[in-house]
T-cell receptor
Framework: GQQVMQIPQYQHVQEGEDFTTYCNSS?????IQWYKQRPGGHPVFLIQ?????EVKKQKRLTFQFGEAKKNSSLHITATQTTDVGTYFC???????????FGQGTRLTINP | DVKVTQSSRYLVKRTGEKVFLECVQD?????MFWYRQDPGLGLRLIYF???????EKGDIPEGYSVSREKKERFSLILESASTNQTSMYLC?????????????FGPGTRLLVL
């Protein structure tokens, strides 16, 4: 079945350092979505990428969708304590109305 | 603002009990989903529904059933709770064109089965 792999599982950084999480799909995706879950909270939608090679920015967050539409990345520049949480990527499963989520990357930050 | 509510934030049940988890969304979304979240395993889809009285199995449906009698409400049922069903349960909803719309999550129910 379709799988979405996400690495790393955990990442601890000093405040101000950069952070990147990577997402790889076993199949070509029509789009990819990113969600953030704060500690004790629920996943909240961040962004959706649709086009091959697409790059989108939200302030210090940069999202990329690979040329082959099988991988994606989220990069945070100069992390802040508000960035703490778990970041999930998710892609649609072909022919079915559901998303397949990666395992998530849990980001912790040393202030 | 889309709002997805879940009946309980925390729930403690005993092995063998029948458990009902309720989810209500107020945005007239067609699609609703139940996930469970466990450390290191991410979000795993249990069941989803794309219309009233319609349901589809997700990746881990064993031990669960669902009910969708009204569009805004999607219930997850544990017929006979077991300790391995201790988990965080998340409900989500989305518009019919799910692949172009976000999923909106409820606050989650943390279930402990003793």
């Amino acid at each position: 079945g379709q799988q979405v792999m996400q690495i790393p599982q955990y990442q601890h950084v000093q405040e101000g350092e950069d952070f990147t999480t990577y997402c790889n799909s076993s199949t070509t995706l029509s789009n990819i979505q990113w969600y953030k879950q704060r500690p004790g909270g629920h996943p909240v939608f961040l962004i959706q990428l649709v086009k091959s090679g697409e790059v989108k920015k939200q302030k210090r967050l940069t999202f990329q969708f690979g040329e082959a539409k099988k991988n994606s990345s989220l990069h945070i520049t100069a992390t802040q304590t508000t960035d703490v949480g778990t970041y999930f990527c998710a892609g649609p499963f072909q022919g079915a109305q559901k998303l397949v989520f990666g395992q998530g990357t849990r980001l912790t930050i040393n202030p | 603002d889309v709002k997805v509510t879940q009946s309980s934030r925390y729930l403690v049940k005993r092995t063998g009990e029948k458990v009902f988890l309720e989810c209500v969304q107020d945005m007239d979304h067609e699609n609703m989903f139940w996930y469970r979240q466990d450390p290191g395993l991410g979000l795993r889809l249990i069941y989803f529904s794309y219309d009233v009285k319609m349901k589809e199995k997700g990746d881990i449906p064993e031990g669960y059933s669902v009910s969708r009698e009204k569009k805004e409400r999607f219930s997850l049922i544990l017929e006979s709770a077991s300790t391995n069903q201790t988990s965080m349960y998340l409900c989500a909803s989305s518009n019919r064109q799910w692949y172009q719309e976000t999923q909106y999550f409820g606050p989650g129910t943390r279930l402990l089965v003793l």
